[in-house]
């Protein structure tokens, strides 16, 4: 199934946002990047590519619970939640 078929079988349970290119500063998911690269990942130096996804995995969820942060990054990038 198409992207476009998906959300439009969503019946606009979702709402999607059109970036400009080249604007980092309005993407949620840079802040994403940004504090797990420099907090949840600093130095982390796998041996395999699944030592990379397990840990990536653990860390993004270690951060889905935490709501303050997760918050922060959609106002950052001024879109409302």
Do not use: D, H
Request: charged share 25%.
């Amino acid at each position: 199934m198409a992207v476009n078929e998906f959300i439009t079988s969503l019946n606009g349970r979702i709402t999607i946002e059109f970036l400009p290119p080249y604007a980092p500063e309005l993407n949620p998911v840079e802040y994403v990047w940004g504090k797990w690269k420099r907090y949840l990942l600093p130095n982390f130096c796998p041996e395999s590519f699944e030592t990379l996804k397990k840990e990536a995995k653990r860390s993004l969820r270690k951060l889905k619970r935490r709501i303050n942060p997760v918050k922060s990054f959609w106002n950052q990038a001024r879109l409302s939640i």
